[in-house]
């Protein structure tokens, strides 16, 4: 198979739709779906079930679908490391480690520090995403190392190394009638009128539908709370970046979330190696 047809098809099956694939990959349907039709007699199954008002996957889509993912991460994965271990202008490549805007930042300012005080450390760019966007840049190369919160954040394929474990609050708009409790339990904050929850952005960048806010980032969702738009469970960290107009209440019954430092399995790096002993010491 070649990527092209990869990604071709990678398109139509998360649309599930023709012609909004088209569109995504800028070109004209007909060409798209011969190409997915050759990839279809190539492997020698259906890939798709199509009718003339849906299309769906069919098992061996599926499988596709999830593999031809993996593949075309690891091309673009290639790429990006390849272009990052080319010597800086000081001689030495740096690395990358992407963390969520507003999220463990004092973990991170620690972490930076310590490790600029090692013999030979190498720079560290900081890359700030969005919820959930940093599994994607670590799996598409595009970072060496990223901080994430299981069971919020997928962390499956990577090596991980767990750096502190802590419970979760509620963030409500100050005033709210469950704002003045001392603590409260997940069933407390189920179908809490006017307060839908927020709506994050998938890996491809769309949101799910719902009633709820789209929220890019943390400071965009805390703003959202204080204006009673949402309210969100969240881990304790975030007490450190409230403003007025929002109040915290933890959680009992939420589950622990874990902050680990995360990397590609078969990185040889010394730097990102150097980087996750520095983190797993502090």
């Known amino acids: 198979?070649?990527?092209?047809?990869?990604?071709?098809?990678?398109?139509?099956?998360?649309?599930?739709?023709?012609?909004?694939?088209?569109?995504?990959?800028?070109?004209?349907?007909?060409?798209?779906?011969?190409?997915?039709?050759?990839?279809?007699?190539?492997?020698?199954?259906?890939?798709?079930?199509?009718?003339?008002?849906?299309?769906?996957?069919?098992?061996?889509?599926?499988?596709?679908?999830?593999?031809?993912?993996?593949?075309?991460?690891?091309?673009?994965?290639?790429?990006?490391?390849?272009?990052?271990?080319?010597?800086?202008?000081?001689?030495?490549?740096?690395?990358?480690?992407?963390?969520?805007?507003?999220?463990?930042?004092?973990?991170?300012?620690?972490?930076?520090?310590?490790?600029?005080?090692?013999?030979?450390?190498?720079?560290?760019?900081v890359v700030l995403c969005g919820p959930g966007q940093q599994a994607r840049l670590l799996r598409t190369g595009r970072v060496d190392v990223a901080l994430l919160h299981p069971p919020i954040d997928d962390v499956e394929g990577f090596d991980v190394e767990a750096l502190r474990t802590e419970g979760q609050v509620a963030l409500l708009p100050a005033g709210h009638p469950l704002s003045s409790r001392t603590s409260l339990r997940l069933t407390d904050l189920e179908d809490l009128p006017g307060l839908p929850p927020p709506r994050y952005p998938r890996a491809d960048g769309t949101y799910p539908e719902g009633p709820g806010p789209e929220v890019h980032d943390h400071a965009q969702l805390v703003q959202l709370v204080s204006l009673g738009r949402t309210a969100v469970v969240v881990p304790e960290v975030a007490r450190t970046h409230l403003r007025g107009g929002v109040t915290a209440v933890p959680v009992v019954d939420a589950p622990e979330v874990t902050t680990v430092i995360a990397w590609p399995p078969h990185s040889r790096s010394l730097a990102v190696a150097r980087l996750v002993e520095t983190a797993t010491r502090l």
């Open 1 to 125: 198979m070649e990527s092209r047809e990869l990604r071709y098809f990678v398109a139509v099956a998360e649309e599930l739709h023709f012609s909004r694939a088209a569109e995504r990959l800028g070109m004209a349907q007909p060409p798209l779906s011969r190409a997915v039709a050759q990839l279809e007699r190539r492997l020698g199954t259906p890939l798709l079930e199509r009718s003339s008002r849906s299309v769906a996957l069919t098992e061996a889509g599926a499988v596709l679908l999830r593999e031809g993912r993996a593949a075309l991460d690891a091309l673009e994965a290639a790429e990006h490391r390849t272009r990052r271990a080319a010597p800086a202008p000081t001689g030495t490549p740096g690395i990358a480690i992407a963390t969520k805007a507003g999220a463990s930042d004092e973990l991170l300012a620690k972490l930076l520090d310590a490790h600029a005080a090692e013999p030979g450390a190498v720079s560290v760019e």
